[in-house]
């Protein structure tokens, strides 16, 4: 059985970093590409920033690009986002999921598995 548990989420102020961490088990994790996602409330869940099976390849989103860092350690069975310089509109449920493939894709019906997601807050 796949799980993917988050952890790290939390209230922090504007400007301020945080680190989630997302860890596997029950798959071969060197073999999954890794996203992250996150849904604000009512809004639709959207792609955050996405790390390749091996972590060769990263790719963000232009609202976090160089603000926020994805990177994996696949002896850990364990990704992570890194996130620096927050602002209060980063505020959402953040998730990781993953897919079996090599690519990072942005559309997230194409991730099979899911973790229950961490609540970030940023406050203003």
């Known amino acids: 059985q796949v799980q993917l548990v988050e952890s790290g989420g939390g209230l922090v102020q504007s400007g301020g970093s945080l680190r989630l961490s997302c860890a596997g088990s029950?798959?071969?994790?060197?073999?999954?590409?890794m996203g992250w996602f996150r849904q604000a409330p009512g809004k639709e869940r959207e792609f955050v920033g996405g790390?390749?099976?091996?972590?060769?390849?990263?790719k963000y989103a232009e609202s976090v690009k160089g603000r926020f860092t994805i990177s994996r350690d696949n002896a850990k069975n364990t990704v992570f986002l890194q996130m620096n310089s927050l602002k209060p509109e980063d505020t959402a449920i953040y998730y990781c999921?993953?897919?079996?493939?090599?690519?990072?894709?942005?559309?997230?019906?194409?991730?099979?598995?899911w973790g229950q997601g961490t609540q970030v807050t940023v406050s203003s």
């Open positions: 029950g798959l071969t994790f060197s073999d999954y590409t």
């Open positions: 790390v390749s099976n091996r972590g060769g390849t990263t």
């Open positions: 999921a993953g897919r079996y493939s090599p690519a990072i894709f942005t559309n997230s019906q194409l991730y099979a598995y």
